[in-house]
């Protein structure tokens, strides 16, 4: 019964995803139709799938709570946050004055506060690169990054300077010529990495969609 | 239908020949795989952590299971039931997390199904498989006190990340876990190589199923890739030696 039903399964990913390849390449009303009806069938799972991930999520922060495990006081404050949020949106509507100050006020700042961790984060973990991983590649890593962090932004003092032309020379150079060939050949990888996945997933060979 | 999409459909035509093909001749001639010290510190890693009784974290990422950028979450969910496997004697066995709802659902089904294969139903827990955070920030903000609780000492990043993988690497590090990661986007892979213990560069990412011990099909696509890369290689060498010799395409 059960290796039935993973037949079942795969040849449904396998139809549905043949249905949405061929959208790619055939322009025909029919297929065309097929596929945003499946793609529209997509989405709306994903919205489901979004709510039982909330459910989830609530569900692991209970028991967190439940069993007073380390940090359930921000469980608490979670869960709160969480339904304060629901309440709102479903109250005042999504659009609302205040769902949008929430957004605006709350979630927006931390993001923007998180996203200036980066450049924090990355300075000292070029730091650390080099203790941790003594080679050629951390070594040209870490130089490149340096030129091109100094030849991109004005300088406290010589920003006119010949040395800073040059710089901003090398950091061009090594952007445009080097980087922009080497990320071009990392997305051909890439490109191919994603569609022998894909073809896999077609093929029914990996199935990670369980049993 | 114009020239391009044919050229496409032949691509994808001849690749999934040469899959096949490829993947019938692996129980004469398996292929050999070329040594990843990323995978081969992983493994150590893993060792260690299931003799020590700590926690694996598998991240499959910020994308969503729909659009361009599934291509690696599904890598990742692959890479999943191996993982699953190694870890399932460990007192603490494998956590996974996501920022998307579908990719949760799905890496749910695939811990149930590994489980289940392994005869260890009774140890499957739906919350060993959880969605963080529905949006990037939000699910690194999340990280660390998952981290923290969870006494992670691996962790593995396999799936699609934005800037917010740079952060979500260095708070592993910062938790003095052991971190592997890759991505498909070309720029979070520069970052993970600073921030990371052990990055994937390139197409590395979508080869972890097969270095972790996974199909023939999937050893086989890797030789099918490396086939194919040195082709397009080939072939983009005679444009550019045609176009700069004046002729046009």
Redesign the interface.
């Known amino acids: 019964m059960r290796g039935g039903l993973r037949i079942v399964w795969a040849a449904v990913a396998m139809i549905f995803g043949l249905i949405v390849l061929q959208g790619?390449?055939?322009?025909l009303e029919p297929l065309r139709a097929a596929r945003t009806m499946v793609?529209e069938w997509?989405?709306v799972?994903?919205?489901?799938?979004?709510?039982?991930?909330?459910v989830?999520?609530a569900?692991?922060h209970l028991?967190?709570i439940g069993a007073q495990?380390?940090?359930w006081a921000?469980s608490t404050l979670?869960l709160g946050a969480l339904l304060v949020t629901l309440v709102i949106g479903l109250w005042f509507g999504e659009e609302s004055q205040l769902a949008l100050a929430l957004f605006s006020y709350v979630?927006q700042p931390?993001?923007a506060s998180?996203?200036a961790?980066?450049a924090v984060?990355?300075t000292?973990?070029?730091v650390?690169?080099l203790s941790?991983r003594r080679d050629l590649r951390s070594t040209i890593?870490v130089v490149t990054?340096l030129v091109v962090l100094l030849g991109t932004g004005p300088w406290l003092v010589g920003s006119n300077g010949e040395l800073h032309r040059l710089l901003g020379d090398a950091r061009a150079w090594l952007s445009q010529v080097w980087a922009a060939g080497a990320?071009r050949?990392?997305?051909?990888?890439?490109a191919?990495?994603?569609?022998?996945?894909?073809?896999?997933?077609l093929?029914g060979?990996?199935r990670?969609?369980?049993? | 239908?114009g020239l391009n999409?044919l050229l496409?459909?032949a691509l994808?035509a001849v690749?999934?020949a040469l899959?096949?093909a490829r993947?019938g001749a692996e129980l004469r001639w398996p292929t050999t795989l070329r040594t990843l010290p990323a995978f081969e510190e992983l493994r150590r890693a893993i060792e260690r952590a299931v003799e020590a009784g700590e926690r694996v974290h598998l991240s499959l990422g910020t994308g969503?299971?729909?659009g361009?950028e599934s291509?690696?979450a599904?890598?990742g969910?692959?890479a999943?039931s191996q993982i699953a496997e190694v870890t399932l004697d460990s007192d603490r066995p494998l956590v996974v997390s996501s920022g998307?709802?579908?990719i949760?659902?799905?890496s749910?089904?695939?811990?149930?199904?590994?489980y289940?294969?392994l005869d260890a139903s009774a140890r499957f827990q739906?919350?060993r498989a959880?969605?963080?955070?529905?949006?990037p920030?939000?699910y690194?903000?999340?990280l660390p006190?998952m981290l923290?609780?969870e006494r992670v000492s691996v962790q593995l990043l396999l799936g699609h990340f934005g800037?917010?993988g740079?952060?979500a690497?260095?708070m592993g590090?910062r938790q003095r876990a052991f971190v592997l990661a890759g991505t498909?986007s070309?720029p979070t892979?520069a970052?993970f190589?600073?921030?990371a213990?052990a990055p994937l560069?390139?197409?590395e990412?979508?080869?972890a199923?097969a270095y972790l011990g996974a199909?023939g099909?999937?050893r086989a696509?890797?030789r099918?890739?490396d086939l194919?890369?040195v082709v397009?290689i080939v072939l983009i060498g005679i444009g550019t030696l045609l176009r700069t010799l004046g002729f046009g395409l």
């Open positions: 790619y390449f055939l322009d793609l997509a989405v799972l994903a919205a489901a799938a979004l709510l039982l991930g909330v989830n999520l569900a692991v028991s967190k495990e380390k940090g921000y979670l979630q931390v993001e998180l996203a961790l980066l984060s990355l000292i973990g070029g650390r690169l941790r890593f990054a990320a050949g990392l997305l051909l990888g890439v191919l990495g994603a569609t022998a996945t894909g073809l896999r997933v093929l060979a990996d990670p969609y369980g049993s | 239908m999409d496409s459909i994808l690749f999934v899959l096949l993947t969503t299971l729909i361009g291509g690696s599904l890598a969910l692959t999943l998307d709802g579908a949760a659902a799905a749910q089904d695939a811990l149930r199904g590994t289940a294969r739906w919350t959880r969605m963080l955070a529905p949006s920030f939000s690194v903000a999340t006190g923290d609780a800037r917010e740079a952060l690497a260095d590090t498909d070309v892979q970052q190589f600073a921030t213990d560069i390139g197409e990412v979508f080869a199923g199909s099909m999937q696509s890797l099918v890739q194919l890369r397009l």
